[in-house]
């Protein structure tokens, strides 16, 4: 009788965290991307008016960066093509690790300004090549 008895309990149970496992997931599936697309980055920072510079910027990409001289991380195949002007470089060029599988450029830029005490700001060239102006705000 007691054997019986946990047989039906321990049934019931599995029927009932079945059923709660049905209800508080429901529908909802996981995100599977690797990046964050609400990382903390101002929605301001190198935003213009151009979209295809924006799309590009908030394109997510994969950063493998050892050991590399912060002013030559402009230089790295993810950012190779933007347009970098120094308006006036940091006093040290201290080298930058970075290894992410997914991060979007806008939030990459964004952690060096911080890191690395760097301003940048979009520049949109009607009729020309867009760029980012990058000054050192110790120099």
Not at 67 to 73: D, K, S
Request: hydrophobic fraction near 40%.
């Amino acid at each position: 009788m007691i054997l019986h008895f946990s047989r039906v309990l321990a049934v019931a149970l599995l029927a009932g965290l079945s059923s709660c496992q049905v209800w508080m997931f429901g529908d909802v599936k996981p995100d599977y991307k690797p990046h964050d697309k609400l990382a903390v980055v101002p929605q301001e920072f190198l935003y213009t008016g151009h979209r295809p510079l924006n799309d590009w910027l908030d394109t997510p990409v994969q950063i493998q960066i050892t050991e590399m001289p912060l002013t030559e991380v402009f230089e790295h195949p993810a950012l190779r093509d933007l347009r970098v002007v120094w308006m006036n470089q940091p006093k040290d060029n201290p080298p930058i690790t970075i290894h992410r599988l997914a991060i979007t450029r806008r939030q990459l830029l964004w952690a060096l300004g911080q890191d690395h005490q760097l301003t940048m700001l979009a520049r949109t060239v009607p009729g020309g090549r867009s760029y980012v102006e990058v000054r050192a705000r110790e120099s």
